[in-house]
Structure formats: structure tokens, C-alpha cells
């Protein structure tokens, strides 16, 4: 897949010539491009729906389980652009807190409200950077013996993988930047935006 081209004009802080993306959301002077318009997300993830639904059955409903928080917007977008019936679980998984590198460390703030033994699994996820969440948590929950377990992944950033993980559908190849938006925080900031931006590098150096 061709990687997302890394914008080769960024805002400064302050800068008149460039039209400032984050203002109209309140967040003035913070973030330096986007990266994928809101328009860009829509068709990407209506594409992923429909190749998704087709390796699935109509009469067995896959059991989708969102990756909180990140992967809020993409989970609410994806099962109303799929074609075929889903049911919806959540876990909350942090590793990042308020930092832009993964500590390393996973930890489960919410798991799953049922038994996911004999059914067909799609864990719905934002982003794959270290890959060190997902492979944590393909293996937690194979462990509770589901049928299978499919990945589908909005973002993905090849340079940065430090654990290889088996991804079934992928989104958009991103460059190795930091990255918010549509789901995704800097310390909790920015996931309500509707685009994916760079984040400006004076907001965390
Ligand atoms: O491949 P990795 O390096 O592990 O990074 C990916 C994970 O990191 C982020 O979660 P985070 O820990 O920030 O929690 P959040 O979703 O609540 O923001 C993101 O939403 C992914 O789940
Ligand atoms: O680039 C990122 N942005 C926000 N959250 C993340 N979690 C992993 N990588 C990222
Ligand atoms: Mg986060």
C-alpha cells in the first residue's frame, strides 16, 4: 500500500500565509497539516466496510470489538457504512497516557461484557504504530478461544512497527509522525476533531 504523503508545507504557529486547520475546532496554532480530509476518512472506511462485509457471512454476524478510546469514530462510521448485520463490544487498552511514544506497557481499563468463545472476532483499531497494543491483544483474546480474529485497521504506520502483526484490512499507510484526530489524542486533546492532522512538534518537544 503507497504511503500517505507527509505534507510538505506545515503551519508554524502564527503563521498568516497557511490557513490554520485546527482553529475552527478551538484549537488555534496547534496543529501543523492535515493529513487525511474528512472526505478522504469517508470513502476509506466505506471501502473497508464493504470488503470486510464480503468475507463475511449475513447469517453469522461477526462480534466487532472497538479498541476504546481511539477507535471510537472509525467503530461508528465502519458499522453504519457495513452492509451485513455486526454486534458491537468494547475494551478500553492505554499504553500511550500522555505521551507520544507507547510506554510499552498495555493495560486493560475495560474488558469485554461477554464470553467471545465460538464467535467470529474483528477487532476494530485506530492505528498500528509500535504494534505492541494489537499483538498484546490478538493474544489475550485468542486465549478466550473465539472462532477467528480479524483485524481491521484505520492507520497504520509501517516505519514504526516494532512487533509484526497479522492485519487483515488496513486504511491508510501513514508516515512516522504523530498523528490526531478522528478518535486519536495527544493527552486526551484533539480526538474530536474530524480529520486526521499533524499534530504541531511545539506542542510536545
Ligand atoms: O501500536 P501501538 O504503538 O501500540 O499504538 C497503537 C495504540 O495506541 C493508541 O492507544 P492509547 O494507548 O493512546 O489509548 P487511547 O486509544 O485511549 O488513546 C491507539 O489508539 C492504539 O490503540
Ligand atoms: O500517532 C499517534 N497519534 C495518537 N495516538 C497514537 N497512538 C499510537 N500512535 C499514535
Ligand atoms: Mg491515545
Known amino acids: 500500500m503507497a504511503l500517505v504523503a507527509a505534507p510538505a508545507q506545515r503551519r508554524a504557529p502564527g503563521d498568516p500565509a497557511l490557513d490554520d486547520p485546527g482553529a475552527e475546532y478551538g484549537y488555534r496554532d ?10 478522504d ?3 476509506k472506511v466505506r471501502e473497508l466496510a464493504v470488503a470486510v462485509a464480503a468475507d463475511h457471512d449475513v447469517d ?20 453504519r457504512a457495513m452492509p451485513i448485520p455486526t454486534e458491537l463490544e468494547f475494551m478500553a487498552v492505554t499504553s500511550y497516557g500522555s505521551a507520544t511514544t507507547s510506554s510499552g506497557v498495555v493495560r486493560i481499563l475495560k474488558d469485554l461484557d461477554r464470553d467471545i468463545t465460538g464467535r467470529r472476532i474483528i477487532i476494530v483499531e485506530d492505528i498500528i504504530d509500535s504494534g505492541l ?10 486465549s478466550r478461544n473465539p472462532a477467528a480474529i480479524d ?5 497504520r504506520k509501517p516505519e514504526a512497527v516494532k512487533v509484526d502483526v497479522d492485519v487483515r484490512y488496513v486504511g491508510f499507510d501513514l ?3 504523530f498523528v490526531v ?3 486519536l489524542d495527544y493527552a486526551e486533546r484533539y ?8 499534530l504541531g512538534e511545539h506542542m510536545y518537544r
Open 60 to 79: 453469522t454476524p461477526p462480534l466487532l470489538v472497538c479498541v476504546l478510546k481511539g477507535a471510537v469514530m472509525f467503530l461508528t462510521d465502519f458499522v
Open 151 to 155: 483485524v481491521v485497521a484505520l492507520l
Open 175 to 177: 508516515p512516522n509522525e
Open 181 to 183: 484526530g478522528y478518535g
Open 133 to 142: 497494543t494489537l499483538s498484546w491483544l490478538l493474544k489475550n483474546l485468542a
Open 30 to 39: 496547534e496543529i501543523a497539516a492535515v493529513l487525511l480530509s474528512e472526505q
Open 41 to 43: 476518512l469517508r470513502a
Open 191 to 198: 480526538r474530536d476533531l474530524p480529520y486526521v492532522g499533524l
